[in-house]
Protein backbone atom coordinates (compact mmCIF):
# COMPACT_ATOMS: atom_id res chain seq x y z
CA UNK A 1 0.00 0.00 0.00
CA UNK A 2 1.43 3.38 -0.98
CA UNK A 3 1.46 6.55 1.26
CA UNK A 4 0.76 10.01 0.32
CA UNK A 5 2.86 12.64 -0.96
CA UNK A 6 4.44 15.08 1.60
CA UNK A 7 2.42 18.05 2.76
CA UNK A 8 2.33 21.13 -0.02
CA UNK A 9 1.37 23.99 1.85
CA UNK A 10 -0.31 26.59 -0.92
CA UNK A 11 1.01 29.18 -2.67
CA UNK A 12 -1.67 31.12 -4.03
CA UNK A 13 -5.18 31.52 -2.70
CA UNK A 14 -8.14 34.04 -2.38
CA UNK A 15 -11.72 34.72 -2.44
CA UNK A 16 -13.70 35.22 -5.78
CA UNK A 17 -17.18 36.89 -6.24
CA UNK A 18 -19.36 34.54 -8.19
CA UNK A 19 -22.01 36.36 -7.61
CA UNK A 20 -25.41 36.39 -5.98
CA UNK A 21 -23.51 38.14 -2.54
CA UNK A 22 -21.39 34.76 -2.63
CA UNK A 23 -17.36 34.75 -2.35
CA UNK A 24 -15.64 31.06 -2.99
CA UNK A 25 -12.76 30.77 -1.42
CA UNK A 26 -9.42 28.77 -3.54
CA UNK A 27 -6.42 27.68 -3.23
CA UNK A 28 -3.59 26.45 -5.45
CA UNK A 29 -0.62 24.06 -4.32
CA UNK A 30 2.22 22.06 -6.22
CA UNK A 31 4.10 23.25 -9.61
CA UNK A 32 2.75 26.37 -11.24
CA UNK A 33 3.32 24.89 -14.47
CA UNK A 34 1.92 21.31 -13.39
CA UNK A 35 -0.64 19.59 -15.12
CA UNK A 36 -4.32 21.91 -13.57
CA UNK A 37 -6.20 19.68 -10.95
CA UNK A 38 -9.22 20.31 -8.97
CA UNK A 39 -10.50 18.90 -5.49
CA UNK A 40 -13.70 18.55 -5.72
CA UNK A 41 -15.20 17.79 -1.92
CA UNK A 42 -17.99 16.01 -0.57
CA UNK A 43 -20.89 16.90 1.74
CA UNK A 44 -22.37 18.94 0.08
CA UNK A 45 -20.94 21.54 3.02
CA UNK A 46 -17.88 19.69 3.89
CA UNK A 47 -15.33 22.23 2.68
CA UNK A 48 -12.15 21.54 1.30
CA UNK A 49 -9.39 19.52 3.45
CA UNK A 50 -5.77 19.62 3.12
CA UNK A 51 -5.59 15.93 3.31
CA UNK A 52 -6.41 16.00 -0.37
CA UNK A 53 -3.08 17.70 -1.43
CA UNK A 54 -1.36 14.53 -0.44
CA UNK A 55 -3.18 13.01 -3.82
CA UNK A 56 -1.30 15.02 -5.94
CA UNK A 57 2.75 14.70 -7.01
CA UNK A 58 3.51 18.16 -6.10
CA UNK A 59 6.12 18.52 -8.87
CA UNK A 60 3.74 17.45 -11.24
CA UNK A 61 0.41 18.90 -10.65
CA UNK A 62 -0.97 22.65 -10.10
CA UNK A 63 -3.67 21.33 -7.45
CA UNK A 64 -6.89 23.75 -7.00
CA UNK A 65 -8.74 23.12 -3.67
CA UNK A 66 -12.02 25.16 -3.27
CA UNK A 67 -14.94 25.75 -0.66
CA UNK A 68 -17.89 25.30 -2.30
CA UNK A 69 -20.50 27.66 -1.59
CA UNK A 70 -21.67 28.80 1.96
CA UNK A 71 -19.20 26.36 3.62
CA UNK A 72 -15.60 26.04 4.42
CA UNK A 73 -13.94 29.53 4.20
CA UNK A 74 -16.55 30.82 1.43
CA UNK A 75 -18.61 33.83 2.44
CA UNK A 76 -21.43 33.83 3.44
CA UNK A 77 -21.72 30.50 5.39
CA UNK A 78 -24.47 28.21 5.94
CA UNK A 79 -24.23 27.79 9.85
CA UNK A 80 -26.23 31.67 9.78
CA UNK A 81 -29.85 30.93 9.52
CA UNK A 82 -29.73 34.56 7.46
CA UNK A 83 -27.73 33.26 4.57
CA UNK A 84 -30.56 32.38 2.08
CA UNK A 85 -30.02 29.26 0.23
CA UNK A 86 -31.97 30.28 -2.57
CA UNK A 87 -28.92 30.58 -5.20
CA UNK A 88 -27.00 27.52 -3.56
CA UNK A 89 -28.06 24.53 -5.75
CA UNK A 90 -26.11 22.06 -7.56
CA UNK A 91 -26.18 24.22 -11.29
CA UNK A 92 -24.97 26.96 -8.83
CA UNK A 93 -21.69 25.52 -8.10
CA UNK A 94 -21.07 24.31 -11.68
CA UNK A 95 -21.13 27.83 -12.78
CA UNK A 96 -18.81 28.51 -9.57
CA UNK A 97 -16.02 25.82 -11.03
CA UNK A 98 -16.08 27.21 -14.47
CA UNK A 99 -16.03 30.87 -13.31
CA UNK A 100 -12.79 29.69 -10.81
CA UNK A 101 -11.72 28.00 -14.09
CA UNK A 102 -11.43 30.96 -16.05
CA UNK A 103 -10.32 33.31 -13.13
CA UNK A 104 -7.11 30.88 -12.85
CA UNK A 105 -6.49 30.71 -16.70
CA UNK A 106 -7.06 26.96 -17.19
CA UNK A 107 -7.85 25.48 -20.01
CA UNK A 108 -8.77 22.08 -19.11
CA UNK A 109 -8.40 20.35 -15.67
CA UNK A 110 -8.64 16.97 -14.08
CA UNK A 111 -11.19 16.54 -11.22
CA UNK A 112 -10.83 14.55 -8.17
CA UNK A 113 -13.35 13.79 -5.47
CA UNK A 114 -15.93 11.65 -4.26
CA UNK A 115 -19.52 10.94 -2.36
CA UNK A 116 -20.96 14.47 -3.00
CA UNK A 117 -18.17 15.77 -5.39
CA UNK A 118 -18.64 12.49 -7.48
CA UNK A 119 -22.12 13.74 -8.74
CA UNK A 120 -20.92 17.86 -8.74
CA UNK A 121 -18.09 16.25 -10.99
CA UNK A 122 -20.30 14.45 -13.46
CA UNK A 123 -22.94 17.41 -13.43
CA UNK A 124 -20.25 19.50 -14.75
CA UNK A 125 -18.26 17.37 -17.09
CA UNK A 126 -21.45 16.62 -18.92
CA UNK A 127 -22.16 20.63 -18.73
CA UNK A 128 -18.62 21.53 -20.07
CA UNK A 129 -16.84 18.41 -21.45
CA UNK A 130 -13.93 20.04 -23.32
CA UNK A 131 -12.33 21.39 -20.01
CA UNK A 132 -12.04 18.35 -18.38
CA UNK A 133 -9.24 16.31 -19.59
CA UNK A 134 -9.58 13.51 -16.63
CA UNK A 135 -11.58 12.84 -13.68
CA UNK A 136 -10.64 10.19 -10.50
CA UNK A 137 -13.53 9.25 -8.29
CA UNK A 138 -13.41 7.61 -5.04
CA UNK A 139 -16.88 6.86 -3.56
CA UNK A 140 -19.95 7.28 -6.68
CA UNK A 141 -23.04 8.75 -6.58
CA UNK A 142 -25.04 10.62 -8.86
CA UNK A 143 -27.56 11.91 -6.45
CA UNK A 144 -30.59 9.99 -7.67
CA UNK A 145 -33.67 10.08 -5.33
CA UNK A 146 -33.19 6.27 -5.37
CA UNK A 147 -29.89 6.84 -3.67
CA UNK A 148 -31.20 9.26 -1.37
CA UNK A 149 -34.25 7.14 -0.14
CA UNK A 150 -31.71 4.50 0.63
CA UNK A 151 -29.22 6.31 2.69
CA UNK A 152 -32.29 8.13 4.67
CA UNK A 153 -34.37 4.89 4.60
CA UNK A 154 -33.26 2.30 2.99
CA UNK A 155 -30.29 0.96 4.58
CA UNK A 156 -32.57 1.75 8.13
CA UNK A 157 -32.99 -2.07 8.17
CA UNK A 158 -29.32 -2.53 9.37
CA UNK A 159 -29.67 0.33 11.94
CA UNK A 160 -33.72 0.08 12.75
CA UNK A 161 -32.92 1.93 16.37
CA UNK A 162 -30.64 4.71 15.23
CA UNK A 163 -32.99 5.51 12.14
CA UNK A 164 -36.47 5.64 14.72
CA UNK A 165 -34.38 8.39 16.60
CA UNK A 166 -33.33 9.90 13.03
CA UNK A 167 -36.92 9.88 12.11
CA UNK A 168 -38.27 10.66 15.33
CA UNK A 169 -35.79 14.18 15.03
CA UNK A 170 -37.99 15.15 12.46
CA UNK A 171 -41.12 15.29 14.00
CA UNK A 172 -39.70 17.13 17.02
CA UNK A 173 -40.49 20.78 17.82
CA UNK A 174 -40.96 22.63 14.74
CA UNK A 175 -41.33 19.39 12.58
CA UNK A 176 -43.75 17.95 14.80
CA UNK A 177 -46.47 17.98 11.76
CA UNK A 178 -44.32 15.60 9.95
CA UNK A 179 -47.01 11.97 9.83
CA UNK A 180 -45.19 8.86 10.80
CA UNK A 181 -45.36 7.37 7.55
CA UNK A 182 -43.44 10.53 6.16
CA UNK A 183 -41.83 9.81 2.47
CA UNK A 184 -38.25 10.72 2.48
CA UNK A 185 -38.42 13.91 0.67
CA UNK A 186 -40.87 14.83 3.68
CA UNK A 187 -38.26 13.51 6.56
CA UNK A 188 -35.48 15.70 5.05
CA UNK A 189 -37.84 18.49 4.18
CA UNK A 190 -38.72 18.68 7.80
CA UNK A 191 -34.75 18.36 9.01
CA UNK A 192 -34.46 21.32 6.13
CA UNK A 193 -37.21 23.73 7.91
CA UNK A 194 -35.64 22.60 11.70
CA UNK A 195 -32.19 24.28 9.99
CA UNK A 196 -33.54 27.25 9.43
CA UNK A 197 -35.51 27.64 12.38
CA UNK A 198 -34.37 30.94 14.19
CA UNK A 199 -34.59 28.98 17.75
CA UNK A 200 -30.36 27.93 17.90
CA UNK A 201 -31.06 24.99 20.12
CA UNK A 202 -33.97 24.00 17.45
CA UNK A 203 -31.10 24.03 14.88
CA UNK A 204 -28.29 22.55 17.12
CA UNK A 205 -30.52 19.85 17.84
CA UNK A 206 -31.63 19.10 14.76
CA UNK A 207 -28.18 18.55 13.52
CA UNK A 208 -26.80 16.69 16.16
CA UNK A 209 -30.15 14.05 15.34
CA UNK A 210 -28.63 14.33 11.61
CA UNK A 211 -25.26 13.64 12.54
CA UNK A 212 -25.75 10.83 14.93
CA UNK A 213 -27.60 9.19 11.96
CA UNK A 214 -24.37 9.83 9.50
CA UNK A 215 -22.34 8.38 11.77
CA UNK A 216 -24.59 5.41 12.38
CA UNK A 217 -24.62 4.28 8.90
CA UNK A 218 -20.67 4.63 8.43
CA UNK A 219 -19.83 2.98 12.20
CA UNK A 220 -19.10 -0.61 10.99
CA UNK A 221 -15.71 1.90 9.02
CA UNK A 222 -15.10 4.31 11.73
CA UNK A 223 -12.73 3.36 14.31
CA UNK A 224 -10.52 0.81 11.76
CA UNK A 225 -8.74 3.46 9.94
CA UNK A 226 -11.21 4.86 7.71
CA UNK A 227 -10.97 8.80 8.40
CA UNK A 228 -7.89 8.74 10.82
CA UNK A 229 -9.83 6.42 13.28
CA UNK A 230 -12.58 9.45 14.08
CA UNK A 231 -16.05 7.45 15.88
CA UNK A 232 -17.72 10.60 14.66
CA UNK A 233 -16.23 11.89 11.42
CA UNK A 234 -19.94 13.99 10.99
CA UNK A 235 -20.81 14.92 14.63
CA UNK A 236 -16.96 15.45 15.19
CA UNK A 237 -17.10 18.71 13.44
CA UNK A 238 -16.50 21.40 14.74
CA UNK A 239 -19.73 23.57 15.25
CA UNK A 240 -20.22 25.78 12.76
CA UNK A 241 -18.97 23.39 10.31
CA UNK A 242 -21.70 20.32 11.53
CA UNK A 243 -24.01 23.22 11.02
CA UNK A 244 -24.02 24.15 7.98
CA UNK A 245 -22.74 20.96 6.42
CA UNK A 246 -26.39 19.76 7.78
CA UNK A 247 -28.20 22.53 6.55
CA UNK A 248 -26.41 22.44 3.07
CA UNK A 249 -27.47 18.75 3.23
CA UNK A 250 -30.82 19.07 3.92
CA UNK A 251 -31.35 21.49 1.40
CA UNK A 252 -30.08 19.61 -1.40
CA UNK A 253 -31.03 16.24 -0.85
CA UNK A 254 -34.92 17.21 0.12
CA UNK A 255 -34.84 18.99 -3.31
CA UNK A 256 -33.01 15.66 -5.20
CA UNK A 257 -29.92 18.19 -6.04
CA UNK A 258 -32.51 19.86 -8.78
CA UNK A 259 -31.25 16.81 -10.73
CA UNK A 260 -33.85 14.80 -12.65
CA UNK A 261 -33.66 10.91 -11.88
CA UNK A 262 -30.81 9.15 -13.92
CA UNK A 263 -29.91 12.47 -15.33
CA UNK A 264 -26.29 11.87 -14.75
CA UNK A 265 -26.38 8.04 -16.05
CA UNK A 266 -28.40 9.07 -18.93
CA UNK A 267 -26.20 11.91 -19.72
CA UNK A 268 -22.81 9.85 -19.23
CA UNK A 269 -22.41 9.66 -23.32
CA UNK A 270 -21.22 12.94 -22.67
CA UNK A 271 -18.05 12.00 -21.33
CA UNK A 272 -16.78 10.25 -23.98
CA UNK A 273 -12.88 10.52 -25.03
CA UNK A 274 -12.42 11.67 -21.39
CA UNK A 275 -10.85 8.99 -19.66
CA UNK A 276 -12.06 8.37 -16.06
CA UNK A 277 -11.06 6.26 -12.63
CA UNK A 278 -13.68 5.07 -10.42
CA UNK A 279 -12.73 3.51 -7.09
CA UNK A 280 -15.49 2.43 -4.93
CA UNK A 281 -15.66 -0.22 -1.53
CA UNK A 282 -17.95 -3.16 -1.88
CA UNK A 283 -18.50 -2.82 1.78
CA UNK A 284 -19.59 0.49 1.18
CA UNK A 285 -23.27 0.76 2.93
CA UNK A 286 -23.48 4.47 2.23
CA UNK A 287 -23.56 4.31 -1.41
CA UNK A 288 -24.05 0.89 -2.77
CA UNK A 289 -21.51 -0.16 -5.34
CA UNK A 290 -24.86 -0.46 -8.08
CA UNK A 291 -24.08 3.00 -9.01
CA UNK A 292 -20.47 3.08 -9.81
CA UNK A 293 -21.45 -0.36 -11.43
CA UNK A 294 -23.92 1.23 -13.80
CA UNK A 295 -22.21 4.40 -14.53
CA UNK A 296 -19.11 2.36 -15.75
CA UNK A 297 -21.17 0.72 -18.00
CA UNK A 298 -22.75 3.95 -19.64
CA UNK A 299 -18.85 5.84 -19.45
CA UNK A 300 -16.60 4.22 -22.43
CA UNK A 301 -13.70 5.77 -20.58
CA UNK A 302 -13.66 4.93 -17.33
CA UNK A 303 -12.19 1.68 -15.41
CA UNK A 304 -14.06 0.46 -12.28
CA UNK A 305 -12.16 -0.71 -9.82
CA UNK A 306 -13.94 -2.41 -6.68
CA UNK A 307 -11.90 -2.75 -3.12
CA UNK A 308 -13.53 -5.63 -1.35
CA UNK A 309 -12.87 -4.52 2.03
CA UNK A 310 -13.33 -1.19 2.32
CA UNK A 311 -16.75 1.61 2.50
CA UNK A 312 -17.78 4.85 1.55
CA UNK A 313 -14.36 6.45 4.18
CA UNK A 314 -12.04 4.29 1.46
CA UNK A 315 -8.77 3.31 3.38
CA UNK A 316 -5.02 1.77 2.35
CA UNK A 317 -6.77 0.38 -0.90
CA UNK A 318 -8.52 2.76 -2.14
CA UNK A 319 -5.81 5.90 -1.23
CA UNK A 320 -3.14 3.66 -3.40
CA UNK A 321 -5.57 3.01 -6.63
CA UNK A 322 -6.47 7.16 -6.34
CA UNK A 323 -2.50 7.72 -6.10
CA UNK A 324 -1.61 5.30 -8.96
CA UNK A 325 -4.80 6.63 -11.28
CA UNK A 326 -3.36 10.61 -10.82
CA UNK A 327 0.11 9.34 -11.35
CA UNK A 328 -0.70 7.83 -14.37
CA UNK A 329 -2.87 11.18 -15.78
CA UNK A 330 0.28 12.98 -14.46
CA UNK A 331 2.03 10.96 -16.83
CA UNK A 332 0.00 11.80 -20.20
Known amino acids: MREPYPPAEPYDSGMLDVGDGHRVYWE ?10 AVVHGGPGSGCGEGARRLFDPERYRVVLFDQRGCGRSTPHASDPAT ?25 WLLYGGSWGSTLILAYAQRHPERVSHIVIAGVTTTRRSEIDWLYRGVARFFPGEWERFHAGARAGAGRGVPRDASTPELLGAYARLMEHPDAAVRERAAADWCAWEDAVLSGETGSGGVGGAASPYG ?42 LVHGRADLSSPLDTAWELARAWPDAELTVVGAEGHLGGAATRTRVLDALDRFAAR
Not at 28 to 35: A, E, I, L, M, S
Not at 84 to 107: F, K, P, S, Y
Not at 236 to 263: M, N
Open 84 to 108: GLRHNTTWHLVADMERLREHLGIDR
Open 236 to 277: GRPPAARLALVRLCAHYFSHGAWLEEDALLRGAGRLAGIPGV
Open 28 to 37: VCGDPDGRPA
